[in-house]
């Protein structure tokens, strides 16, 4: 059977299928704040899902699928969270940079744009991901941090 390269892209994220503890950075909090998430396979290794739980109630759980779209040539995140928040992302991944943004209106209406560019450790067991966000589209500033550290 010959793959495709949708088939081929999603193998590809394979390094974040497992658990991981997350450390969230935040302006407006004294200290840091702490989460897990996993990542999985969805039907057959055709989608990723990833369900997120952080333990500072301000902060959403979620759920997010991953999927590939082969006219784009780009990764797209569904994001779902426990506020009732939809929304779309484009994403790349390439080597060592996960790259993803959100700058057009979708299930939710665009008050903000958003992007992050996470980088991966070497052993592939730690992510950093800087958030910016934007009320324009031209200026960005920081928002807040996401550490992922994989425990299995």
Request: net charge negative.
């Amino acid at each position: 059977m010959i793959k495709s390269v949708r088939d081929e892209k999603l193998k590809r994220l394979e390094i974040f299928i497992g658990k991981w503890e997350i450390e969230l950075i935040h302006p407006m909090f004294q200290s840091k704040v702490f989460g897990q998430t996993n990542f999985d396979w969805l039907e057959n290794e055709k989608f990723m899902i990833q369900r997120t739980t952080m333990k500072e109630p301000d902060f959403p759980s979620s759920t997010i699928i991953y999927d590939y779209d082969s006219n784009t040539n780009s990764y797209v995140q569904h994001y779902f969270d426990s506020r009732g928040v939809t929304r779309l992302y484009q994403m790349n991944f390439q080597l060592d940079i996960w790259k993803l943004w959100r700058d057009t209106s979708d299930f939710s209406q665009l008050d903000f744009s958003q992007r992050f560019i996470g980088h991966i450790n070497k052993f592939e067991d730690i992510i950093q991901v800087p958030w910016e966000k934007s009320d324009d589209g031209l200026s960005w500033e920081y928002d807040f941090t996401l550490i992922y550290s994989k425990v299995n």
